[in-house]
């Protein structure tokens, strides 16, 4: 049987400052460390010895991984980072304040934004406009996204989008790995964890919108070979 190990970053800058993260590369907070060092610590106290990580190729996954693996003894695992386990794109919503944004648009709509499976939020006009305002911040100049397709960068995602570029990752690599009795670890985010959750729990489109996972506590998964799932739990 092989273990699946998910963890949420820990808190960054932004979700300190209660701001819509989306694909902006924001770093860790002090706080955001501390977690990480914890889920690393907890991962350790469970015994699991991993075979494979897997990360998105955002500054604060990888490092909440990082932090994880090595408060863990475990450093040396080997290492495979995708865009596509990256935080959901929040088009026209990142760099927003939540709170003001609830005030401008309602709770319940901001809520349908951040929670739903297929309602998708304020996007991006266009890449030209967004090369206009982002200059060479824009994920199309920058090295990290050099392998996707200019057309398939994303002007905002939901859910479902989200899961979609999700599932061929996990379905080439990760899946492989546990059917083959290894141990995984990931590194992601709030958004793609979810994503991959609904997927591994069979959860529906109407249940996934209650479900949250938090900074730095992982989920372990004790899966049998088909994948069902023998046991679940969260380390905190
Ligand atoms: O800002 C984001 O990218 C995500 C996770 O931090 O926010 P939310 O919880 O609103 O989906």
Known sequence: MAKLVLIRHGQSEWNALNLFNGWVDTKLSDKGIEQAKHAGELLKQEGIAFDKAYTSVLTRAITTLHYALEEAGQLYV??????RLNERH??????QNKAEAAKKWGDEQVHIWRRSYDVLPPMLENYEKEVEVQGNTYPAFDARYADVPYGELPLGENLKVTLERVLPFFEAKIKKDLEAGK???IGAHGNS???LVKHLENISDDEILNVEIANGQP???DLNTDLSINDKKTLK
Do not use: D, M, T
């Not at 929040?90 to 760099?95: R, V």
């Open 78 to 83: 080997p290492e495979e980072k995708s865009w």
């Open 90 to 95: 929040y088009g026209a919503l990142q760099g």
């Open 183 to 185: 141990n995984v670890v």
């Open 193 to 195: 964890l979810r994503a």
């Open 219 to 221: 989920i372990v998964y």
